[in-house]
């Protein structure tokens, strides 16, 4: 069964003190992997597409990388406003749909 | 006004009530979706839209019914709800469903916050 699986569930971290998030999956054929940040009391909002293994995107203090078994977002120096809510979804092969995960909430400390 | 906007917001309701939910998009993209949103869970897909033709429904309760009257417009149908559908009602839309997301994601709207009592 096609599956996303996020971790942690919640990671605190202080200002300034990088870390990485963790998706894994288990699709055959991936078609896409997505990240998005999703604020309290918001909808979530696209972040990054990645599509083989050894891709990387960038944006700000983000950087996603993905492998044939997971997708790591790692964040740099991270601020206080980089506190949210992380998901991942990624699409298989022969289905238009999004698998999600159930996000990984993360809390930057001043 | 642009990207995906829903009303309302916040909304509590009996058990016995109707209501609706509304999305409205400017992208002049081609497919709608709604999502439930559970605390700690992932998102659930409900409905599909396509050029105004349901394309998907995940086996969800008849209590819930949607209705998408042209390609920009999208509602929900709320009645006689339990106390386990208080969630986050996300809608999104993309160019087409039958291409999935393109480059860029899905695009979502703000949600409403649904409570049931």
């Known amino acids: 069964e096609d599956q996303v699986t996020q971790s942690p569930e919640a990671l605190r971290l202080q200002e300034g003190e990088s870390s990485s998030l963790n998706c894994s999956y288990t699709?055959?054929?991936?078609?896409?992997l997505f990240w998005y940040r999703q604020d309290p009391g918001k909808g979530p909002e696209f972040l990054f597409t990645?599509?083989?293994?050894?891709e990387e995107k960038e944006k700000e203090r983000l950087k996603a990388t993905l492998t044939k078994k997971e997708s790591f977002l790692h964040i740099t120096a991270p601020k206080p406003e980089d506190s949210a809510t992380y998901l991942c979804a990624v699409q298989a092969p022969g289905n238009y749909q999004l698998i999600w995960g159930a996000g990984t909430k993360l809390i930057i400390k001043p | 006004e642009t990207g995906v906007t829903q009303t309302p917001r916040h909304l509590v309701m009996g058990m016995t009530n109707k209501k609706s939910l509304k999305c409205e998009q400017h992208?002049?993209?081609?497919?709608m979706y709604w999502y439930k949103q559970s605390a700690k869970k992932p998102l659930e897909l409900m409905f599909v839209y396509n050029f105004k033709e349901q394309t998907e429904n995940n086996s969800v309760p008849s209590r819930f019914s949607p209705e998408c009257p042209n390609s920009s417009h999208l509602f929900l149908h709320l009645h006689t709800l339990q106390p386990e559908d208080s969630a986050l009602y996300l809608c999104?839309?993309?160019?087409?469903?039958?291409?999935?997301?393109?480059?860029?994601?899905?695009?979502f709207g703000s949600g409403t916050r649904l409570t049931v009592v």
């Open positions: 699709v055959s054929g991936l078609r896409g």
């Open positions: 992208l002049g993209h081609n497919a």
């Open positions: 990645l599509y083989s293994a050894g």
């Open positions: 999104a839309s993309s160019p087409q469903s039958d291409r999935g997301p393109n480059s860029y994601g899905y695009t």
